[in-house]
């Protein structure tokens, strides 16, 4: 069973930055894609970014695009979130999903989610 666990969240001022980690335990994929998902206080869970582990092609959101990049580590299925330019309106829960199908994590509909890691921009 695989698992995700994310961290790095925090409190930070705008226009900060912040690098989120997501790390797969357990059996892992031989081709998958990996991605970010938030959720703000009182609004749905929207895409952030995913990345296909394979060709390393990545998808953002318009919301975040130019401000965000999405990274695969050294360490097999480990990825990674760097986020500059942090705005207000970045505050939220963001969580790390996978799957073998980029579509399907792009949709939101991957198997298998992180548990999340709470980051705040302050203004």
């Known amino acids: 069973q695989v698992q995700l666990v994310e961290s790095g969240g925090g409190l930070v001022q705008a226009g900060g930055s912040l690098r989120l980690s997501c790390a797969a335990s357990g059996r892992t994929f031989s081709t998958h894609a990996m991605g970010w998902f938030r959720q703000a206080p009182g609004k749905e869970r929207e895409f952030v970014a995913v990345?296909?582990?394979?060709?390393?092609?990545?998808y953002y959101a318009d919301s975040v695009k130019g401000r965000f990049t999405i990274s695969k580590g050294n360490v097999k299925n480990t990825v990674f979130l760097q986020m500059n330019s942090l705005k207000p309106e970045d505050t939220a829960v963001y969580y790390c999903?996978?799957?073998?199908?980029?579509?399907?994590?792009?949709?939101?509909?991957?198997?298998?989610w992180g548990q999340g890691t709470q980051v705040t921009v302050s203004s």
């Open positions: 999903n996978v799957d073998r199908n980029r579509d399907t994590v792009v949709a939101g509909k991957a198997s298998i």
């Open positions: 990345i296909s582990w394979s060709g390393g092609s990545t």
